[in-house]
């Protein structure tokens, strides 16, 4: 296999199979296997072995589209946290959020996403790990910071917010009218990686699932990653050398070791089902994720296909911007037999 230091400049070096020691053969079976499964719908697939590109496939769209991936960005915001905390911008995850976004309080009843959803008292012992790893309970009536996998948006984009805060970046009064969080990915991540991503905040439109009235300035205002396949490769790269890209630290790695396995309060709260999220990144340290895959697997998830999926050992990642995409169903995620076949292509 080809020098695992190898890192892309704007381009990627591309290499054939066998270069990367994968069957030529097997590589092809996946692309068919891709496209058939996609039918009809627009689909991605990118395969980096080694710090190279070994298959980029575009199916009814182009390799240039920048297409919103959704809550694959959780994945990118855990990183931008490690990072802030290794710069000392916070103390720990453990920190409490109210201590720097007091206005997450501020949301009362009549406010939240929907009737019987706002700030309850509990909500003070959020910390930034609670939210990082869906288990702060924020707005849900009964569930204790740290007690409940629950995955949703809100909390996260009260993470973002605070961080944002942190810096200067976001104000409640005017949420708007500043940078944001994307200043923060920007500068912290996507600069040093040379990834080329735009960004967007969006809302949900008021309906039967958001009330009227809601505080959307204090828990809305999701921040959009839209990007192309070969730049979300280069997270998955950076994450196969657990944080470094061509020898330098970009997201520490202890930080990233730690957030791409299961979550120790998932762990010790959740029924085994659930034991499949770190911070803010899909895991399969436990084995519950992906039964037929390797324990090592980790990788990001978005609604609509949006994934990137990392086997450090083999150094591979496999993007799929989007793919095949089975709503509801954890079990499906990445599209598992799919990732099974580039696993097999890959040469022992």
Same mark, same amino acid.
């Given at each position: 296999?080809?020098?695992?230091? /190898?890192?892309?400049?704007?381009?990627?070096?591309?290499?054939?199979?066998?270069?990367?020691?994968?069957?030529?053969?097997?590589?092809?079976?996946?692309?068919?296997?891709?496209?058939?499964?996609?039918?009809?719908?627009?689909?991605?697939?990118?395969?980096?072995?080694?710090?190279?590109?070994?298959?980029?496939?575009?199916?009814?769209?182009?390799?240039?589209?920048? @297409?919103?991936?959704?809550?694959?960005?959780?994945?990118?915001?855990?990183?931008?946290?490690?990072?802030?905390?290794?710069?000392?911008?916070?103390?720990?995850?453990?920190?409490?959020?109210?201590?720097?976004? @007091?206005?997450?309080?501020?949301?009362?009843? =009549?406010?939240?996403?929907?009737?019987?959803?706002?700030?309850?008292?509990?909500?003070?012992?959020? /910390?930034?790990?609670? $939210?990082?790893?869906?288990?702060?309970?924020?707005?849900? @009536? =009964?569930?204790?910071?740290?007690?409940?996998?629950?995955?949703?948006?809100?909390?996260?984009?009260?993470?973002?917010?605070?961080?944002?805060?942190?810096? =200067? $970046?976001?104000?409640?009064?005017? @949420?708007?009218?500043?940078?944001?969080?994307?200043?923060?990915?920007?500068?912290?991540?996507?600069?040093?990686?040379?990834?080329?991503?735009?960004?967007?905040?969006?809302?949900?439109?008021?309906?039967?699932?958001?009330?009227?009235?809601?505080?959307?300035?204090?828990?809305?205002?999701?921040?959009?990653?839209?990007? /192309?396949?070969?730049?979300?490769?280069?997270?998955?790269?950076?994450?196969?050398?657990?944080?470094?890209?061509?020898?330098?630290?970009?997201?520490?790695?202890?930080?990233?070791?730690? /957030?791409?396995?299961?979550?120790?309060?998932?762990?010790?709260?959740?029924?085994?089902?659930?034991?499949?999220?770190?911070?803010?990144?899909?895991?399969?340290?436990?084995?519950?994720?992906?039964?037929? $895959?390797?324990?090592?697997?980790?990788?990001?998830?978005?609604?609509?296909?949006?994934?990137?999926?990392?086997?450090?050992?083999? =150094? $591979?990642?496999?993007?799929?911007?989007?793919?095949?995409?089975?709503?509801?169903?954890?079990?499906?995620?990445?599209?598992?037999?799919?990732?099974?076949?580039?696993?097999?292509?890959?040469?022992?």
């Amino acid at each position: 296999m080809t020098d695992s230091k /190898t890192y892309p400049q704007a381009e990627w070096e591309r290499a054939r199979p066998a270069e990367v020691g994968m069957d030529a053969e097997k590589v092809a079976q996946v692309q068919s296997w891709f496209a058939d499964a996609s039918g009809e719908k627009k689909g991605r697939l990118v395969i980096v072995r080694g710090g190279r590109v070994v298959l980029e496939y575009t199916h009814r769209m182009r390799a240039d589209e920048k @297409p919103g991936i959704a809550s694959a960005a959780k994945s990118i915001y855990s990183n931008v946290l490690g990072i802030l905390i290794e710069e000392g911008g916070l103390k720990s995850a453990d920190e409490l959020v109210v201590d720097h976004y @007091p206005e997450m309080m501020e949301v009362k009843e =009549g406010q939240g996403n929907k009737p019987g959803r706002y700030a309850y008292p509990v909500n003070r012992g959020i /910390t930034f790990r609670h $939210l990082i790893t869906n288990v702060s309970g924020y707005m849900k @009536p =009964g569930e204790a910071p740290g007690k409940v996998f629950n995955y949703q948006s809100w909390g996260m984009n009260v993470l973002t917010h605070a961080l944002a805060k942190l810096y =200067g $970046l976001y104000d409640v009064r005017d @949420p708007e009218g500043r940078p944001g969080f994307k200043a923060l990915i920007e500068e912290k991540l996507a600069d040093k990686i040379g990834a080329s991503w735009e960004y967007a905040y969006t809302n949900p439109e008021y309906n039967d699932r958001l009330q009227r009235g809601a505080r959307l300035d204090v828990f809305g205002y999701y921040c959009q990653v839209h990007s /192309t396949a070969l730049d979300l490769a280069r997270v998955g790269w950076l994450w196969c050398n657990w944080g470094r890209w061509n020898g330098e630290p970009i997201v520490p790695e202890a930080w990233l070791r730690e /957030t791409s396995a299961v979550a120790p309060d998932i762990l010790a709260n959740c029924p085994r089902e659930e034991w499949t999220y770190g911070h803010g990144i899909w895991s399969n340290s436990e084995g519950e994720l992906w039964t037929t $895959l390797p324990r090592e697997a980790f990788g990001a998830s978005g609604a609509g296909g949006h994934y990137w999926t990392v086997f450090p050992s083999k =150094g $591979l990642v496999v993007v799929q911007n989007p793919g095949p995409y089975h709503a509801g169903v954890r079990s499906a995620m990445s599209n598992p037999e799919m990732l099974k076949m580039v696993l097999d292509a890959c040469e022992s």
